[in-house]
């Protein structure tokens, strides 16, 4: 079983719908992530939670929000998408700094259209 | 300056050469880094991380480390046509953040 999952895998939406990312993991971690990448480019990291009630702003977090409901959960949502919103989203997971070195685990990724 | 940078090639090597895959970050106080593989379409993959100056090897992979000149190196013996993919650098900051570099694209040539 996958330490790291993402639903949807793939989602076509259009300019202005409300979507949401989910993103589960049964790894123990405390700290979560959530980045996008685009075609030929990096990876942009768009908010990070290093437990339940620790929320931080990433670099481009303009246009989205996420809610952590539990130490295995984080979501991501577009309030309201727009067509630069495609990207490839990715979910990651590390655990907390005096137990390991910080490395980090990615789930799957969801593959977001906006039309 | 980007935090952590990397040659974006792509860079070609034939079956069998080595790869050498580079990276350097400016902030010095970083103690970790990460080297990622990344398939088109997939998830980054964790290969190797290292924390001391110095070689750390794994198979037909050797991380290189040199605090000193801020510099990441990634070698790949043997290369082989799966290895063609984008290698993502990453450094763990002074101010526990993890930054990646932009990925070098290596193709394996048969």
Same mark, same amino acid.
């Given at each position: 079983?996958?330490?790291?999952?993402?639903?949807?895998?793939?989602?076509?939406?259009?300019?202005?719908?409300?979507?949401?990312? +989910?993103? $589960?993991?049964?790894?123990?971690?405390? @700290?979560?992530?959530?980045?996008?990448?685009?075609?030929? !480019?990096?990876?942009?990291?768009?908010?990070?939670?290093?437990?339940?009630?620790?929320?931080?702003?990433? +670099?481009? $977090?303009?246009?989205?929000?996420?809610? @952590?409901?539990?130490?295995?959960?984080?979501?991501?949502? !577009?309030?309201?998408?727009?067509?630069?919103?495609?990207?490839?989203?990715?979910?990651?997971?590390?655990?907390?700094?005096?137990?390991?070195?910080?490395?980090?685990?990615?789930?799957?990724?969801?593959?977001?259209?906006? !039309? | 300056?980007?935090?952590?940078?990397?040659?974006?090639?792509?860079?070609?090597?034939?079956?069998?050469?080595?790869?050498?895959?580079?990276?350097?970050?400016?902030?010095?106080?970083?103690?970790?880094?990460?080297?990622?593989?990344?398939?088109?379409?997939?998830?980054?993959?964790?290969?190797?991380?290292?924390?001391?100056?110095?070689?750390?090897?794994?198979?037909?992979?050797?991380?290189?480390?040199?605090?000193?000149?801020?510099?990441?190196?990634?070698?790949?013996?043997?290369?082989?046509?799966?290895?063609?993919?984008?290698?993502?650098?990453?450094?763990?900051?002074?101010?526990?953040?993890?930054?990646?570099?932009?990925?070098?694209?290596?193709?394996?040539?048969?």
């Amino acid at each position: 079983d996958a330490d790291v999952t993402q639903t949807p895998r793939n989602r076509i939406t259009k300019t202005g719908k409300r979507i949401m990312l +989910e993103c $589960s993991q049964t790894k123990g971690h405390d @700290r979560m992530y959530w980045y996008r990448q685009d075609p030929g !480019l990096g990876l942009q990291l768009i908010y990070y939670s290093f437990d339940v009630k620790d929320i931080n702003k990433g +670099e481009i $977090s303009d246009g989205y929000s996420v809610s @952590r409901q539990a130490q295995a959960k984080f979501s991501l949502s !577009l309030e309201s998408a727009i067509p630069n919103q495609t990207a490839l989203y990715f979910c990651a997971t590390s655990d907390l700094p005096g137990s390991s070195y910080n490395e980090q685990f990615f789930g799957p990724g969801t593959r977001l259209t906006v !039309l | 300056q980007k935090e952590v940078e990397q040659n974006s090639g792509p860079l070609s090597v034939p079956e069998g050469a080595i790869a050498s895959l580079n990276c350097t970050y400016s902030d010095r106080g970083s103690q970790s880094f990460f080297w990622y593989r990344q398939y088109s379409g997939k998830s980054p993959e964790l290969i190797m991380s290292i924390y001391s100056n110095g070689d750390k090897e794994d198979g037909r992979f050797t991380a290189q480390l040199n605090k000193a000149s801020q510099y990441v190196s990634l070698l790949i013996r043997d290369s082989q046509p799966s290895d063609s993919a984008t290698y993502l650098c990453a450094g763990k900051t002074s101010y526990d953040k993890v930054i990646f570099g932009p990925g070098t694209s290596l193709s394996v040539i048969p």
